[in-house]
DNA sequence: ATATCTATTCGAAGCGCTTCGACGCTCGCC
DNA sequence: GGCGAGCGTCGAAGCGCTTCGAATAGATAT
């Protein structure tokens, strides 16, 4: 591999001038930024990522740290990971896959200088990787809500006013009792906090509009899934409005809706809080409101990058949510 | 942050012993292990991950190509990229996360000597990647088989059999007209081989076993997989058995059946091409042929050190499927 | 007591790059 | 014609670690 003195050789110039013709750091005559370029490309020169790393103090990777286990939306994720990817890869860095339990490996990049930034995926309310996070030197952004978000930088879909738009979208319709689908229990048990989220915003604002509420968690299975709306429609069979904030289980609940005999969105409405392209895939186009993985992602890409710059940030950013009527919802 | 010197000073012995008592590439006493142990642990230290790329050549960095593209099945996607991350922890590496398409982002990765070799998963037949990885020096392995694999270390099912097995498996228990609804159009457009070589397997061992079969590929929307079954009952209502390699549509073609009054396994049994965990997340258990990505990921993993540890390994490792009877297949 | 080993430990030379201060040149100005 | 001011470039000092050859000390053999 050539360095950058066989560059410099056959540039005739010094390294330091390579260094910085090829870093802007400092100006570089025409000339010679061209003479550079042409040994670089002749040479096909790239420079050591460990060398840099070691001389400048910056790795120009962030560390993803990602949640590979059960009860959460995997197709999700992967959404939010090429968000982060891409957006990365637009500010020139790399990303370093890091896992949620790897604790070990977290401290292990953070001080070992591996990554100049952290980008955090699936937060729980009282998440371990917190405390090394602010001991750490870089910064660091959570997709996701703590219980104390305080001195941490945070991006998050603001999934309690998702909730709140969903029931009061069904008031608006003229639905009189609904109920909210969740996500599954062991979601909910874990604390991630959108599942309460969603909730609160959903139980609040139907309250606010005198809706009848019922809230129950939805495992992602087809036969929990059923479960669930059989139990439902025979304990409460004056629903009419549903608000689905599960994606693997959507499909299930309007499968099994029909099954029931139940149409969609004449027997009963349905709103879905999801990605859009699962709203798009259903058998019904759904009203939905849309979980921007992608967006977010690479939204907390910007921010950390901002921080790395040097720059004050907020300390965090909700998304407003957005509904885009389809297919499942009608006026009563 | 401390450094090697720290620790060298507080243990009293130069910074070449505490080396070699944190590698063990040299016999040290117990007596100086302990010391320099002690002082680790005392201040903290960890050894800065480019300072020691620089040094010995070496980042302890694998690099994983993942697809963040349509057509996938992204929970396999995971459990790939768990199944890699993870036994790349056992290895003592991290996984740096490449996408598909980021040519450039892989030529500095490997040029760069970021990474000490590389998985790639989601193998096409005519990869534009795989000239790269043959011209840098870091070992790769490849996950799926390109049309042309000689001078390449691959892992994979050996989706061929996988089919013959499925095909065999449906004539033993006595079906006459079979059918094989594959992966998704945008795939076999692709081609990336395992789709092929599911329905070739397919295909031949029908005919080995006198029967009728039909191959088509299938989407993984509802509505696609709803017209792929009704296109099916409609034009060939002899088919008693089917073998689905699509994990998606899979959930869609079982209702669908069950909504043209078909049961599985009593009128149309049904077997599966997909993870365990999908197998048994149906409605019906579903008899199937494993897919075992998380296996096949760390199986990657483990080939691609036993490379870098200059050991000479078989080029290519096809595992046998494994079929499993649960509640979805019966005899006729 | 001296010479010979072995078991440990040390010193120093890089690995390839960035960055700081300094230098030399050209230019415009008085 | 000489001065200061930039601009563009260079030289050298590290960044923190690994690794090679060599030195040291204690133990054993003579």
Excluded: W
Excluded at 24 to 29: C, D, L, Q, T, V
Excluded at 42 to 59: F, K, M, N, T
Excluded at 72 to 85: K, L, R, T
């Amino acid at each position: 591999m050539p360095t950058i003195e066989d560059v410099a050789r056959l540039a005739k110039v010094s390294t330091s001038t390579v260094s910085y013709a090829l870093s802007g750091k400092r100006p570089i005559s025409a000339a010679t930024r061209r003479r550079i370029e042409q040994a670089v490309a002749e040479l096909g020169y790239r420079p050591h990522a460990g060398a840099r790393a070691l001389a400048s103090a910056r790795s120009e990777v962030i560390g993803l740290i990602v949640p590979l286990r059960s009860g959460i939306d995997v197709p999700v994720i992967m959404q939010f990971a090429g968000g982060v990817v891409t957006r990365a890869r637009e500010h020139a860095h790399n990303v370093l896959l890091l896992t949620q339990d790897d604790l070990v490996g977290l401290e292990r990049a953070t001080d070992g200088s591996m990554v100049d930034a952290l980008v955090v995926m699936d937060v729980e309310a009282d998440d371990a990787r917190i405390p090394i996070l602010t001991r750490s030197r870089q910064p660091s952004v959570l997709i996701g809500l703590p219980q104390n978000s305080s001195g941490l930088t945070c991006v998050d879909l603001d999934f309690e006013a998702a909730g709140r738009t969903a029931a009061a979208e069904l008031a608006a319709l003229g639905h009189r009792e609904v109920a909210l689908l969740g996500a599954p229990p062991e979601v909910f048990e874990r604390h991630t906090s959108y599942a309460d989220r969603v909730m609160r915003g959903f139980r609040d604002a139907a309250a606010d509009h005198g809706l009848v509420a019922h809230l129950v968690p939805c495992p992602a299975t087809p036969a929990g899934a059923y479960g669930v709306v059989d139990a439902l429609l025979a304990d409460s069979p004056g629903v009419s409005g549903l608000f689905v904030h599960n994606e693997r289980a959507l499909p299930h609940v309007l499968s099994r809706l029909r099954e029931h005999g139940r149409t969609v969105p004449d027997d009963v409405a349905v709103i879905a809080l999801c990605p859009e392209d699962v709203a798009l895939a259903q058998q019904v186009p759904m009203t939905a409101i849309d979980l921007p993985a992608a967006t977010l992602g690479g939204l907390a890409v910007d921010m950390v990058m901002a921080r790395l710059a040097g720059e004050q940030t907020v300390e965090t950013r909700l998304l407003a949510p957005v509904l885009t009527t389809r297919e499942s919802t009608a006026r009563r």
